[in-house]
């Protein structure tokens, strides 16, 4: 092939993403498949499904993330002992040489599990984006003074449903949860604070995904972890405290659509604030099923009431750079839509707009 295509153009994009996140062992190996796939290799067929795709949208799709977590869950499966003795390991860096021949082997001899494995979209359920949220779920519990009923779309494994129960460290900004909390975040937090002594409390809590992962089924687990870049423990760890503190709270998501879901469970409701959220979800809607879910909430926000209020509260990249995430909230009444901030994909630093969010 003469040209980069937009495969090979994405592999090299994320790469540079995993760089820039202090993510090297993945970098490294995806800059092995982005040659790969340019000649032709075993990487070119798994991106055969995509073969048509333009370069939006394999980064719409996460297709290089896909393929990354493919080869991880190989990995953590130890079916592939080659593989997973090159991957990091709390006692080892990894050794990416090594891992990127162990994977070329199990592309030729495992292609169609790793397929498999690529045919549904991310589900990374990023724990520490509840440290992202929090500050919405605060700024709305102080703005109406009601307990809240949160409603979370594309929520994988309802690992963000439990965010009230976490402990959180912001730095000069303060902290906020539980001391004894079993799932403990931090991050970088700059501007001011949210309000931080705003009543919030939970009084009900749902949530959807088109295929919800059971924390029940070790192979589930596997998948949430496998979309972890292996190299960053610190994320594992967080991940392994929360599926602990979701399977004691015996969390659960309904497997349904994310339209049909609004348009059947989530009303506003007098003496509390109901609360629809989602996290890096809303790219992975089809233009119809977005349109759909813009009418649902118009709808629903057309019965909001002061003594019934509903809000909409979302942490989506950014429109301009798809490597920045912004929070953003609109509460009915009134409808006014307020940028919180933005933050790091993962929750690693937050930029709290204090003089936007009030």
Not at 96 to 113: C, L, P, T
Not at 323 to 352: F, N, Y
Request: net charge negative; glycine share 6%.
């Amino acid at each position: 092939m003469s040209e980069i295509d937009p495969a090979v153009q994405a592999l090299q994009a994320q790469s540079r993403v995993c760089a820039a996140m202090v993510a090297p062992f993945s970098a490294a190996l995806l800059d092995r498949a982005s040659e790969d796939c340019q000649a032709g290799g075993e990487t070119r067929a798994l991106m055969a499904p995509w073969a048509d795709a333009a370069l939006e949208t394999h980064l719409k799709l996460a297709t290089p993330l896909r393929w990354l977590a493919a080869l991880h869950d190989l990995a953590l499966s130890g079916d592939d002992l080659a593989l997973a003795s090159a991957y990091p390991e709390a006692d080892r860096p990894g050794d990416n040489r090594a891992a990127w021949e162990a994977a070329r082997s199990a592309m030729g001899r495992d292609g169609s599990r790793l397929a498999a494995f690529m045919g549904h979209e991310p589900q990374t359920n990023e724990v520490r984006r509840s440290a992202c949220l929090i500050g919405g779920f605060l700024t709305i519990a102080e703005a109406t003074g009601l307990p809240l009923r949160v409603f979370e779309l594309g929520a994988s494994a309802g690992l963000n449903q439990g965010f009230d129960r976490y402990h959180y460290d912001l730095g000069p900004a303060g902290v906020w949860g539980a001391d004894q909390a079993r799932v403990r975040l931090d991050t970088d937090w700059r501007g001011g604070p949210p309000p931080l002594d705003a009543p919030l409390k939970v009084v009900e809590r749902d949530a959807c995904d088109r295929k919800p992962i059971s924390l029940a089924d070790a192979a589930n687990r596997r998948r949430l972890k496998a979309y972890i870049w292996a190299e960053q423990r610190d994320r594992l760890d967080r991940l392994d405290a929360a599926i602990e503190e979701a399977v004691a709270a015996e969390t659960n998501v309904r497997a349904q659509d994310a339209v049909d879901f609004t348009l059947s469970r989530v009303t506003s409701r007098e003496d509390a604030a109901s609360v629809l959220f989602h996290s890096v979800f809303w790219q992975y809607l089809p233009p119809q099923s977005q349109a759909a879910l813009n009418a649902a909430i118009t709808a629903i926000s057309a019965g909001a009431s002061a003594a019934a209020p509903f809000a909409w509260l979302r942490m989506e990249p950014a429109p301009a750079n798809m490597a920045v995430m912004e929070i953003r909230l609109t509460v009915w009444p009134g409808g006014e839509d307020r940028r919180l901030g933005s933050c790091h994909p993962h929750g690693a630093w937050i930029e709290w707009d204090a003089a936007e969010a009030g």
